[in-house]
Structure formats: C-alpha cells, structure tokens
C-alpha cells in the first residue's frame, strides 16, 4: 500500500493488528468505505480490482458479525441472571422465571415485569406467537440491567 493510500484509509500500525479479527485490507476497506467511497473509488485508491473490495468488504462484515455474536454469547454467560425458556412458555411466565432466577442468585434485577415482556417481544419476535413462546429462548440480566435474548442452542 502506498503512502498516500495510507494516507487516505488511515492506516497505521493498530488496524488490523494480532489480535483483530480483520486484516489490514480489510480494514482499510472498512474506512474507506465509512468515508462514502464506492468500492470502485477504494479499489482505485488500494491497487486492486472492485471485485477484490467487493469480497474484502463481504468477509470484513462477517467477521465483524461474529465477533458481536462472540460478544453477546460471553456476556450472557458472565451475566449473574441467566435462563433457559423453554418453547411453549407464555411470555407472562418469564418475569417470574427470571425473578426466582435472581432472587437464587442474590442479584436485584433494576428491571419491571412489563419492560421484560416488551424487551423480549422486541428482540425476539420470531420466537413468539402472540402470548406463546415458540422457540427456545435464553434470557439473561447483565449487572448493569442490560436484558440479553438469543435462541437457545443445544448443549
């Protein structure tokens, strides 16, 4: 890469360092792009085809995807308040579920009834038809009141 297309994407010895999950490729392009580049101006400025961007965008947004779902997975294993709901629940259950949860784990939850009920609904539409939970939920409270859903996965 030149020192102008350095320069341009703002690369430096961080980006894309050891322990990223990006390139420095890939990251460049991530810049660049952030900036309103099209991928033809990137390539242009990079030394390389719009097709090669092209792909080196499609892995960088993959890798930025798994990384979050890594995030989000080991935040709601540290989370002091953590259940599994099973398919077939009724979404009024859970608050009750979650409370018992916390009073076991000696935690006070800085969240209502209501506002789990509505927090589940918003983040896991998929998984309920109307009161009903259809798929397999994992619900867990973070310290800092943060609720997390995901589809539970079988261990």
């Known amino acids: 890469m030149t020192r102008r297309a350095e320069e341009d994407c703002g690369t430096d010895e961080r980006s894309g360092g050891r322990d990223s999950l990006l390139t420095e490729r890939q990251a460049a392009v991530l810049r ?25 965008e499609k892995r960088a947004q993959q890798n930025v995807s798994r990384a979050k779902a890594t995030l989000r997975d080991w935040t709601m294993i540290q989370a002091p308040v953590s259940i599994d709901i099973p398919a077939g629940t009724d979404i009024f259950e859970v608050p009750a579920l979650l409370f018992s949860e916390a009073d076991r784990s000696g935690t ?8 789990i009920i509505v927090q589940i609904k918003s983040k896991a539409p998929e998984a309920l038809n109307k009161r009903v939970i259809v798929r397999n939920l994992a619900v867990a409270v973070t310290e800092d ?8 996965v079988p261990e």
């Open 32 to 56: 660049l792009r952030k900036k309103g580049l099209s991928q033809q101006e990137v390539a242009e400025i990079l030394g390389t085809t719009r097709s090669n961007v092209s792909i080196l």
């Open 108 to 115: 006070k939850l800085g969240i209502g009834s209501v506002d």
């Open 145 to 152: 009141g943060l609720l997390l859903v995901r589809e539970a």
